[in-house]
């Protein structure tokens, strides 16, 4: 099969930034590529990596695909590139090769289906303005936290407030981005271990200690998140929740079928791509919901500007770039 190859570059501002203990994000870059078959099928991918020395690389590599490839050569030279690059050729071909279907509409947009990411300067008055909302509603939420950024004394102090506020129909989830030594986690994971809407803790400990990961998981639900990325085998392997970002993934067909064949634990969560990427989100969060461990997305949909590049119409977005 012969492929004619096409990118285009997207940049956006985000409404507020976004901090982990890792990092802040005020806005965010990358590809959409389009690849058309002999037969004129059509498949879009988005290259949606995070880091600026990856975004740097992405670009190289990208240049070197030339307009037009044949599949087996494009297959065997994408095997060398960035993971986000492989993930959205993967993406691609599996879009012209009908192994993806998507959906019209997803229906995610409303607040209790995807987690809502508090700002971690205004922890207590989001959450106060979620139950305000949930009131109205009536349904259960889900509350994403991302912690270390301060000091864990005040973080300490936040964790009883957000406790001594939230009921059974709220769940949290605290994402500590792999910052915490043991000593601090441990303590997190006795406070926790018996609240019963506490989703789990994301990555506490550094990608690498696996070991204190794995006793953790024993103690509260972790899941793993940054360690998945860095030990894909872990995939295969960790007993725990698996936070899975397919744009972040080699191949995201791997995770269609296992959320196809009902493998459970395993939660969707964004990079924060365009309505391209998007598309496998969507569609991997309904597979999730319809497993035998269903849990809302972690799509930080509170977190985007109003932008066509956000449309649930893929060659509408390529058309308008």
Known sequence: ?????????????????????????????????KLTSNDKKIGFGEVSPL???????????????????????????????????????NSALAEINGRIIFKENYYFDEIDKTAILLNPENVISDLNEIKKRQSKIEKSVTIKWKVALKNNHEEEATLEEILSQIGNNIKLRIDANGSWGREI?????????????????????CVDDIDGLTELNKKIPIALDESLLKFPTLIDEWKGWQIRRPSQEKNPVKLLRELENKKALISISTSFETGIGKRWLYHLSSLQLQGPTPKVPGLA?????????FLNEAKKIWDLL
């Open 1 to 33: 099969m012969n492929l004619k190859f096409k990118k285009k570059s997207y940049s956006f501002k985000l409404p507020t930034k976004l901090k982990n203990s890792k990092t802040t994000y005020l806005k965010k870059s990358g590809w959409i590529i």
């Open 301 to 309: 949909m509170n977190n985007f500007p109003n932008s066509f590049l």
């Open 185 to 205: 986690a441990y303590r997190w994971a006795d406070i926790l271990k018996d609240i019963k809407n506490i989703d789990w803790l994301e990555q506490p400990l």
């Open 51 to 89: 880091p600026k020395e990856d975004l740097k690389k992405c670009e190289k590599q990208l240049d070197m695909i030339p307009d037009f490839v044949e599949f087996n050569s494009l297959s065997e030279q994408i095997n060398i590139f960035h993971p986000c690059i492989q993930s959205a050729i």
